[in-house]
């Protein structure tokens, strides 16, 4: 049985029988909405010393316990590579981009608390951490050019305001 023959020789109308209503035409159906080309973030249970919280633009990391300087935040433990940049990875550099399920959920800031390390692929503390603190990085010491530009509220002294880089 194939599929139904929907061309318009298919639609004819003989003219109905008399009295009979004039078949209506359906109101044209909204298009569904395009399909994003960025996957989420998977789903993640954190490691332990860390959290993660629902705020206004989706999740984000906390300490959960007090981190020192130079420790590992923890490491890049599931990596996948994305042909290109999205709102979800991070460039290596050699231009790659990296998706990591925990990196994605750690937020901006122009003074951030910690740093990728591509030789380790782990998340370094810059300075200590204290349980509670949201776990940041500057995204602009990775990104050659930012996928999702955006205004940025760190707070920092040398907050820049506006996040975005072309290129």
């Given at each position: 049985?194939?599929?139904?023959?929907?061309?318009?020789?298919?639609?004819?109308?003989d003219?109905?029988?008399?009295g009979?209503?004039?078949?209506?035409?359906?109101?044209p159906?909204?298009?569904?909405?395009?399909?994003s080309?960025?996957?989420?973030?998977?789903?993640?249970?954190?490691?332990e010393?860390?959290?993660?919280?629902?705020v206004?633009?989706?999740e984000?990391?906390?300490?959960a316990r007090?981190?020192?300087?130079?420790?590992?935040?923890f490491?890049?433990?599931?990596?996948?590579?994305?042909?290109?940049?999205d709102?979800?990875?991070?460039?290596t550099?050699?231009?790659?981009?990296?998706?990591?399920?925990?990196?994605?959920?750690?937020?901006?800031?122009?003074?951030?608390?910690?740093?990728p390390?591509?030789?380790?692929?782990a998340l370094?503390?810059?300075r200590?951490?204290?349980?509670?603190?949201?776990?940041?990085?500057d995204?602009?010491t990775?990104?050659?050019?930012?996928?999702?530009p955006?205004?940025?509220?760190?707070?920092?002294?040398?907050c820049?305001?506006?996040?975005?880089r072309?290129?």
């Open positions: 049985m194939g599929l139904p023959d929907c061309s318009p020789a298919a639609e004819s109308n003219g109905g029988t008399p009979a209503e004039p078949p209506q035409s359906e109101p159906q909204p298009s569904p909405p395009p399909l080309i960025v996957p989420a973030p998977q789903p993640i249970t954190p490691p010393g860390l959290a993660v919280h629902h206004g633009t989706g984000a990391l906390y300490a007090t981190f020192a300087a130079g420790e590992p935040v490491k890049f433990a599931k990596v996948s590579w994305r042909p290109r940049r709102r979800y990875t991070v460039e550099p050699e231009g790659q981009h990296l998706y990591e399920p925990l990196l994605a959920r750690v937020g901006h800031a122009c003074e951030p608390n910690t740093r390390s591509f030789d380790l692929m370094i503390a810059r200590d951490i204290a349980p509670g603190e949201a776990i940041t990085f995204y602009l990775t990104e050659r050019r930012i996928a999702d955006f205004d940025c509220y760190c707070g920092a002294t040398a820049r305001g506006r996040i975005e072309s290129g």
